[in-house]
C-alpha cells in the first residue's frame, strides 16, 4: 500500500498555521524581553547582592536548570491552582518559559559580566561615574557583546521548545499543528509544513537578533 | 549567501524523507503478520476507566482489556497493549505500530483513514461541570471554557455542537483533562459519562455532575482498511462474546449495568 501525499488540506489549514505561528512568536517575544531582563538583574545580584540574595538566586538557578521544562509548566498550570493561583494558559506559559529561560541566561550574563576586565569599573568610577551608571554604560553593553551569540542560541532554543506548552492548551503553532493533524490524518504532510514554518521562524528570529545587536551594541556582534 | 545555502540543504533533506514516505512497502496481510509475530498489538488509553486505565497494581485493566484479551485469544496469541492517545492513535494504526485500536467512536472523517469492526461498548459522551453552573443545552456552552481530548469523537462532536464563543481547550489525554477540570482551569469537561462518573466521584468540593449528554455512539474497533481478514476475526470474537454472555459480564462488571445490544447501534 503506497502513501500518496495530499496537501489540499493546505488552503483551509493556513490561517490555523499563520494564528498559531503569531502566538509563538508572541510568546518568544514577551519571553525575550521579560527573561533577558529578569537575567541582567540575577547576574548582577548573584555577584554584587547581599548573601541571602545570592544563595537564593544560585538555588533558583540549581533548580530550574536540573527540572524538566514540562513538569515546571504542569506545576504552574496544573499545580499552582490548588494554592489559589490561576494563570490562564497562555499567562502560564509565559510565566513558565520565562522562568525557565531566565535560569539558563543568567549564567550566560554572569559569564559576560566576568569577561570585562576590572580596570573598566575602576576607570569609570575614577572619572566620577555612580556605581549604577558604571554598570548599565560601561560594564553592562561590553558583557552583552561577549555573549551575545550564546543568548541569541538560548532564544532560539526557548522559541524551539515553546512547542511544549501545546500540552496545557496555548493555541500555539504545535498546538495548531496536533489539531489539523488530528482533524485530517494527515501526519506526514501537517508536521512536514509546521517543521518549515519552525525552520524559517528560527532562521528570521536569529537574524533580528543579529541585526538588532549589531545596532545596538555595535559592530562585532555576530 | 550562507543563509541560501543552509536554506537549500534543508529543504533537500525534507524532500528525501518525503520520498522515503512514499516509498511502497511489500504488502503482508496483518492476519499473517500477527501469527508470525505470536503477538497482537492492541492500542488503548491508559487513562480512560472504566474501559482501560491502571488498576491498584498498575497493570491495565478494563472493559476494553477484557475484549481485547478475547481478541486475542481467539487468534490464539499473546496479547500486546501499547498506550497510545487520542491524536497519536490513528497514525499508530496507519503506521502499523498496532493492529488494531480499542474504542474508536465511528466518524465520517474516520471512514475516510481506517476501516471499523464489530460495535462492541456502549459510549455516552457527557458534558460535566459543577452543581452550581447553569448549563442546560448547546446554546449555554457560550463563554464556557472546556477541556476535552484532542482529536477523540468528544472533541469533534464539541466543536461541531458549541457556538463560536465557547473556550474550546484542547488536552493529550483524559489525565490532563480531568486535571485541568479538577484544577479550575476550565470550567467545564466533555468526556464520556462513565469515565466521568468514576472519576468525579472522589470530587466532594467541586461537585460535579452530568450537565447533558452531547452524543451516544458506540465504541468499535478500529482497523486498517483493506484487511478483511482481521475484520471478520474481529467480528467472530466478538459476536461470540455477545453470544456466551462474556461481553455482559464484562458490562457488569466494570460498567455496573447489564449490556443492552441496542446500544451497539450506531
Redesign the interface.
Known sequence: ?????DFGWLAGAAGAIARGAATTVLLIVVTTLAGTFLSILGAAGKRSGPKPLRTAIAAYVEVMRNTPFLVQLFFI???L??LGI?LD?ILAAMLAMTLNMAAYTIEIVGAGLDAVPRGQTEAALALGLRPRQVFVKIVLPQALKVIYPALTSQIVIMMLESAVVS???VRELT?EA??L?????R??ETY?VV??VY?GLS?GLR?LLVSGGRRALGAGVS | MKLRNALKSAIAAMLMLGAAGLATQARADAVDDIAKAGAINVGIFSDFPPFSSASADMSIKGYDIDVAQAIADSLKVKLNLVSVTGQNRIPYLTDKRVDILMSVGYSKEREQVIDFAAAYAPYYIAVIGPAELAVKGKDDLADKSIAVNRGTLEDTSLTEAAPSSADIRRFDNYNSVIQAFISGQTQLMVVGNDVGAQVLAKQEALKPEQKFQLLTSPSHIGLNKNEDRLKKAVNDAVAKMLADGKLDESSKAWLKTPLNPDNLKD
Open positions: 500500500m503506497g502513501y500518496s501525499l498550570f496544573f499545580g491552582p490548588s490561576r494558559p500540552q496545557i492548551a498546538y496536533d489539531m493533524q488530528a482533524r485530517t490524518f501526519a506526514f512536514f517543521t518549515l525552520l532562521m537574524r
